[in-house]
């Protein structure tokens, strides 16, 4: 079944630089892709969406990239800031079984 | 928009009992609901996916008998973690979505502490 890697599991960024998190996944038939933000002691906040068909997707503060070649996904935090800290997850979809696997998460840590 | 609410938000229970946690879609039909679980210091783990008008579908390790789900309605589903023990504790997320779409919206989650 589908697998998926996420990377780094730590980051620690300066306010106002970059963060960069991959996601590797294993199935080429994988359609859905997802980025989730968890805060402490809360739930999955939805930050972006992406299907297959569009590699690049730019939301507030950040850029999803997807290379399907390579079966990578990519959140590039721009100009991080402290409200950013949190932990990051991907899902990953292969449409039609609705099932979601998860990155195992990105610790963000944006020091001010 | 969608929204997902879970109750409770945390509950404490004693090894061996059981307890119950709900999920309440508003603004959107909840065609499915996928009940997920992450324990400390790992990802997301699915349980099950429940179908209005279908058979729920248990993932590999979690089973009816342990952790039985209702979703009655198109608004509302329901799951029982039974014989709770320290393995179960963790964060219970439910996500639903409408008919066809691809996308879940998750609740804030119910933490599961078993003393």
């Known amino acids: 079944g589908e697998q998926v890697e996420q990377r780094p599991p730590h980051l620690s960024v300066r306010e106002g630089d970059s963060a960069v998190i991959i996601c590797t996944y294993t199935d080429p038939n994988s359609y859905y892709f997802f980025w989730y933000k968890q805060e402490p002691g809360a739930g999955l906040q939805l930050l972006m969406k992406?299907?297959?068909?569009?590699e690049i997707n730019e939301g507030q503060g950040f850029t999803v990239l997807l290379n399907k070649k390579d079966k990578q996904l990519s959140l590039n935090l721009t100009a991080a800031h402290p409200g950013d800290s949190a932990v990051y997850f991907c899902?990953?979809?292969?449409?039609?079984?609705?099932?979601?696997?998860f990155g195992a998460g990105t610790r963000l840590k944006v020091i001010a | 928009g969608a929204l997902v609410y879970q109750y409770p938000r945390r509950t404490i229970c004693k090894s061996g009992t059981s307890m119950r946690m709900e999920c309440q879609a508003v603004?959107?039909?909840?065609?499915?609901v996928a009940w997920y679980r992450q324990s400390p210091q790992k990802t997301f783990e699915l349980i099950a996916l429940?179908?209005?008008?279908?058979?729920?579908?248990?993932e590999q390790n979690f089973t009816q008998e342990k952790f039985p789900i209702s979703h009655p309605n198109l608004s509302f589903s329901s799951m029982t973690v039974l014989n709770a023990y320290l393995e179960d504790r963790g964060l219970y997320l439910c996500?639903?979505?409408?008919?066809?779409?691809?996308?879940?919206?998750f609740g804030s989650g119910t933490r599961l502490t078993v003393l």
């Open positions: 603004g959107f039909q909840a065609t499915s």
């Open positions: 992406v299907f297959s068909s569009t």
């Open positions: 429940s179908t209005v008008n279908s058979a729920i579908k248990y």
């Open positions: 996500g639903a979505r409408t008919g066809g779409a691809e996308t879940l919206y």
């Open positions: 899902a990953v979809s292969g449409g039609g079984n609705y099932k979601y696997v």
